[in-house]
């Protein structure tokens, strides 16, 4: 097997010292622009691969990031993801992922695994149940942490999040402007923030309205996938027929509730009206395409590591907590309510 090449075999190659190859690489001016450029050129020509890892030893610092989702089965996590990367690698950042699949063990593990390799911050979106023992090992090892789409009542770290509150109530605010008064819920049964608000924004929009509730128009699913958006609107369509519109936790859920709807022999943005939460970007495509709460994902996903990279250079700076306004875009799932 060959030998990797060293700082050493390119100075021997060009004839110089290691220290004269090392300045060079990093462009020090005590080395001429012109040998720069051809210690440079032999570099590359022999193969040779800057160490990180060697250099973040030397400076106690490295730059990598960690990121640890809670389930990216979620596809609304790709455009947080694509903020996210596109802001770190702006200041030559390496991401690590981990996906921790909604399990706190998955979670904590990948957090002992970064702090005993070695990494500059992480940006979390915690999982349901999330222990106080993980907060716990952030807090004593110091570690840059900043949570995003999700937050922890420790309100020592830094969030940034969406106002699911807001948001559900735009969508409630929709539809009673349409006249529609019997107004079910899909969604939020998991003991997360982002649950909460959304449930919590419901139920005060309601109660701003004067709406009717019964428990046959609230479906609590712990699932926020198409299946389970199907299988919660069959049961409203059997217990609470007289139900004309649904808001939903997710864009997922939207999606299966409308299915079933159709199924069913109802016309979706006519006879009965669906909103989602999220606005992925495949919902513009569904036919008709879907209403929804659009979330700023673009928007989160660039303040948090945004943020993160400041917490890094200022450790002691107070907590930031940031929530972001989401916005209502209508499309083809919503309409009047129907005559009866």
């Known amino acids: 097997m060959q030998k990797r090449i060293t700082l050493k075999t390119v100075a021997e190659a060009a004839g110089v010292s290691v220290s004269a190859v090392s300045m060079a690489l990093r462009d020090h001016p005590r080395i001429s622009e012109t040998k720069r450029e051809e210690i440079k050129a032999l570099a590359r020509k022999?193969?040779?691969?800057?160490?990180?890892?060697?250099?973040s030893l030397r400076r106690g610092t490295n730059d990598n990031i960690s990121i640890c989702v809670n389930d990216l089965h979620n596809p609304v996590f790709l455009e947080f993801l694509t903020a996210i990367e596109r802001e770190l690698r702006q200041s030559d950042k390496l991401v690590l992922l981990c996906?921790?699949?909604?399990?706190?063990?998955?979670?904590?593990?990948?957090?002992?695994?970064?702090?005993?390799q070695g990494s500059s911050g992480l940006l979390l979106s915690p999982v349901e149940g999330t222990c106080p023992d993980t907060l716990r090992t952030i807090v004593q090892n110091n570690f840059?942490?900043?949570?995003?789409?999700?937050?922890?009542?420790?309100?020592?770290?830094?969030?940034?999040?969406?106002?699911?509150?807001?948001?559900?109530?735009?969508?409630v605010d929709e539809l009673v402007r349409l006249g529609h008064?019997?107004?079910?819920?899909?969604?939020?049964?998991?003991?997360?923030?982002?649950?909460?608000?959304?449930?919590?924004?419901?139920?005060?929009?309601?109660?701003?309205?004067?709406?009717p509730l019964t428990e046959a128009m609230v479906e609590k699913v712990r699932e926020t996938n198409l299946e389970a958006g199907r299988a919660a609107m069959d049961r409203i369509l059997r217990h609470a027929p007289e139900v004309t519109a649904v808001a939903c936790f997710s864009d997922l859920l939207a999606l299966g509730a409308a299915s079933t709807c159709r199924e069913a022999g109802?016309?979706?943005?006519?006879?009965?009206?669906?909103?989602?939460h999220d606005d992925l970007e495949q919902s513009v495509y569904f036919d008709p395409g879907l209403s929804s709460v659009r979330v700023a994902k673009e928007q989160i996903g660039r303040d948090a590591a945004r943020l993160l990279l400041n917490r890094i250079a200022c450790p002691e700076a107070p907590p930031v907590h940031e929530t972001v306004a989401p916005s209502l875009i209508?499309?083809?799932?919503?309409?009047?309510c129907p005559l009866r």
């Not at 209508?330 to 009047?336: E, F, I, V």
């Open 99 to 116: 996906n921790a699949h909604e399990e706190c063990e998955i979670q904590d593990s990948f957090i002992r695994r970064m702090l005993e």
């Open 330 to 336: 209508l499309r083809g799932t919503t309409g009047p």
């Open 181 to 211: 008064r019997r107004i079910a819920w899909i969604g939020g049964g998991q003991q997360t923030s982002t649950a909460a608000g959304r449930c919590e924004g419901f139920a005060a929009a309601l109660q701003k309205h004067d709406l």
């Open 46 to 55: 022999l193969g040779y691969i800057y160490n990180r890892q060697a250099a």
């Open 144 to 171: 840059p942490t900043v949570f995003f789409t999700r937050r922890l009542e420790d309100e020592g770290f830094d969030h940034v999040v969406s106002d699911d509150a807001l948001g559900v109530g735009l969508a």
């Open 266 to 276: 109802r016309s979706v943005g006519q006879d009965i009206s669906i909103i989602g």
